[in-house]
């Protein structure tokens, strides 16, 4: 047992493994990911419906509700992001683990937003079409929910791991999170609306990746701390 | 060496111990003894570094524990109350994803899984597994970690008289190997080497 024939794993090989194992059960419980999807599909897809034929106000209202909708849908699939590992021990089990807690939550938020965020920009054109949301515009609203849903990944982290030892801290998510992704809505749909209207988008795009970047950076610091200190 | 010193615990505003000390050499064992819910598992897990102490210090090979947290943590393993399994995935699944969280031993993976009697469930998910299964499987995260300190809370619950005695030829083994070890239990446990005991 001396330091040198030890096998440690490395940092990269504990974000990787840890993002693996989180995707690998995502893919044994598909139900976790289709819900905030069909959540996301159903509200975009009945909202036309509710609003009647009407092509004009289906376009001007297209971002905000697509928007929304999308912010929801990633605030309901947090919940679940910390609390399974919390209930069965896994959580303890990381805790204890070489591998900084901080290179684990940011590998648990990396599968997180695969399987969550990613989803989300994908269907998107294809709801964007019910709103009659020319393609160039669509375009406009990948890249928006893109760099949006990463920082909505890596803040809600945060939130979930402060509420996971709160027996129903769901609403208590909501209100940790939602205060810190308002920028995140507002030039998302704003970006998308500009654009829509006729207006360059670089402002907004270069406004929510840096967002994404500072968020990505402070995020999983954040996330370590407070698991550590709601896992007490 | 893992040493303590005037150690003292809050839980809530009740306290659970003051001025507790001890030294645990390679090759020792020591027995955390008390009734249920006198504070075995907080001690246990103030010591993994889960929970903070009121006060005290403690020490790994000399060097404060807080000072260098990720050094202590790569030369312990835990074996909780709840197993720390992902009930989806695989017994192997479970066991692989282990490598991301410590060194691990080059023991042999299949004459270890059969010595615990759990090589024919390896591709079953955790969730078939009977809770006894599962604290098997929990003793073979023991063995397959490369740690000097092996930590273990009721290591017993949920197994058959022979899971019993496999635990102690397992932790046996360990401390012939110049291990450590720290067992919170309420039964009487029979060993034929040093043993420190802290009745709490």
């Known amino acids: 047992m001396t ?19 989180d995707l690998l059960l995502a893919w044994k419980r598909p139900g976790d990911i289709l819900n905030p999807l069909f ?12 609003v009647g034929p009407s092509a004009e106000q289906l376009e001007f209202s297209g971002p905000a509700v697509l928007w929304v909708a999308a912010l929801l849908a990633m605030l309901l699939s947090l919940n679940s992001l910390f609390l399974s590992d919390y209930e069965d021990g896994s959580l303890d089990q990381m805790l204890v683990s070489q591998t900084p807690l901080t290179v684990l939550a940011l590998g648990k938020s990396i599968a997180h937003w695969l399987t969550s965020g990613l989803p989300l920009v994908l269907v998107s054109p294809v709801v964007a079409l019910t709103f009659r949301m020319p393609f160039s515009v669509i375009g406009i609203l990948m890249l928006t929910l893109l760099l949006g849903t990463i920082s909505l990944s890596m803040l809600g982290s945060i939130g979930a791991a402060l509420t996971v030892g709160l027996h129903r801290g769901t609403a208590l998510l909501s209100l940790v999170v939602l205060p810190l992704a308002m920028p995140v809505l507002i030039f998302g749909s704003r970006t998308v609306a500009l654009v829509a209207a006729g207006d360059g988008a670089a402002g907004g795009l270069y406004f929510l990746a840096a967002y994404a970047v500072l968020v990505l950076s402070f995020a999983p610091f954040a996330t370590a701390a407070a ?6 | 060496m893992l040493s303590g010193t005037d150690l003292s615990l809050l839980r ?14 390679s090759g020792e064992l020591l027995l955390l003894e ?7 598992t907080s001690l246990m897990r103030a010591l993994a570094g889960l929970i903070e102490f009121e ?34 995935l695989t017994l192997v699944e479970n066991l692989n994803f282990e490598a991301v969280l410590r060194p691990q031993s080059d023991v042999d993976f299949d004459a270890l899984l059969d010595r615990l009697g759990i090589s024919r469930l390896q591709r079953l998910p955790m969730r078939s597994l009977s809770a006894g299964q599962q604290r098997r499987v929990a003793l073979a995260r023991m063995s397959l970690a490369d740690s000097p300190l092996w930590m273990m809370d009721e290591p017993f619950t949920n197994l058959d008289r022979e899971g019993r005695a496999l635990v102690m030829k397992l932790v046996d083994e360990h401390l012939g190997d110049g291990g450590m070890c720290i067992m919170a239990v309420h039964q009487d446990v029979e060993v034929d080497k040093t043993v420190q005991r802290i009745q709490l």
């Open chain 1, 3 to 21: 330091a040198t024939d030890v096998k440690s794993p490395g940092l990269l090989a504990g974000l990787i493994g840890v993002a693996r194992r």
């Open chain 1, 39 to 50: 959540f996301f599909a159903m509200v975009a897809a009945l909202f036309p419906l509710a």
């Open chain 1, 227 to 232: 698991l550590r200190i709601s896992n007490e």
């Open chain 2, 12 to 25: 809530g505003d009740c306290c659970l111990f003051t001025d507790l000390s001890f030294a645990l050499n």
């Open chain 2, 34 to 40: 008390g009734r249920n819910g006198s504070g075995k």
């Open chain 2, 55 to 88: 006060s005290g210090d403690l020490h790994w090979d000399g060097v404060a524990v807080r000072k260098n947290r990720q050094a202590f943590h790569a030369s312990l393993v835990w074996m909780a109350h709840r197993v720390g399994f992902k009930a989806d």
